[in-house]
């Protein structure tokens, strides 16, 4: 199992950090007690096997606890069944005086204002554990595409292309737009499977359905054309720090077309060992006679 520990100093992005992890992949949690992630990862290991990345945060806020974290960092490192990566993240105190003062943050060590004296004071009280770090990862000066191109480099030796995920929806024009979309297609303009008898009542999940619009040698083209697309998107996509693409193609009822091509599209970025997830938002709608 592949184990990250995020620490470090509050306000150095261990959260946008998290974020990251969690694109890539991992489950990830913030805050736990460190003595407790040991029973965690058994737990996780006896379920299956269904997760095999995890990401922590850890830090301060965890109080007297996060003195344990020293002694479980230990411990796992003398498991063979568990790769543990341990970064630690930091900035200037003067940078992140900024920080916080800018979202009006109050600073977890103290509960009261992040002056220059308490952020050094939570470094002075980190240093054993930045000393275990595999990595430190100082943020001063980095934009947040900037940080996760470094945690990609530190992870990935800057082979994150494998990890971009692709969130693919079908949706019908008569329910309305979905927001989250970052891109969307209209496919009306292929074969209406609605207006064959036989074919009116399936969904673009069945066989014959899809071999109905795939008759058109466009559904064949568009789709590839898409992959074609998104794939030359995606670079440009990671280097902005985005790993993931939210892609919507619509119909008139969000039963047919809309489905088949979405999951024609969701196939080919599989087999490219894409993470791919596949929502069909309005196909009950026609059962419930909407």
């Known amino acids: ?28 949690v913030d805050n736990m007690p460190p003595a407790l992630i040991g029973s965690f990862l058994e737990m996780a290991s006896a379920d299956g096997g269904h997760v095999d990345k995890v990401a922590f945060v850890a830090d301060l806020r965890s109080g007297s606890f996060f003195d344990d974290l020293s002694h479980t960092i230990d411990s796992l490192r003398e498991r063979e069944d568990i790769e ?17 003062n800018e979202v009006r943050r109050s600073h977890p060590l103290t509960g009261g204002e992040a002056s220059l004296d308490v952020i050094e004071n939570e470094g002075l009280r980190l240093k ?8 430190i990862l100082d943020t001063t000066n980095l934009k947040v595409s900037e940080m996760y191109s470094e945690l990609d480099r530190m992870i990935f030796g800057g082979r994150g292309s494998s990890n971009f995920a692709v969130n693919i ?24 499977p609605y207006y064959v008898p036989s074919l009116k009542k399936l969904t673009g999940n069945n066989r014959k359905v899809k071999e109905y619009i795939f008759r058109s040698e466009l559904a064949d083209q568009f789709v590839g054309s898409v992959h074609d697309l998104v794939t030359e998107m995606a670079g440009g996509f990671m280097n902005e720090g985005k790993y993931h693409l939210n892609i919507a193609f619509g119909c008139t009822g969000g039963h047919h077309r809309s489905v088949a091509i979405a999951n024609a599209v969701a196939e080919r970025f599989i087999r490219d060992g894409l993470r791919v997830r596949v929502k069909h938002r309005d196909l009950d709608l026609q059962n419930k006679g909407k």
């Open 128 to 135: 054993p554990i930045r000393k275990k770090a595999d990595f």
């Open 169 to 192: 929806s079908s949706f019908g024009f008569k329910y309305g737009i979905p927001s989250e979309a970052d891109v969307m297609f209209d496919v009306r303009f292929l074969p209406n």
């Open 84 to 100: 543990l990566t341990v970064i630690f993240m930091e900035a200037s105190p003067s940078e992140i005086v900024r920080r916080f």
């Open 1 to 28: 199992m592949k184990v990250v520990i995020i620490t470090g100093m509050s306000g150095a992005g261990r959260s946008r950090a998290a974020d990251w992890f969690e694109d890539q992949g991992y489950y990830c």
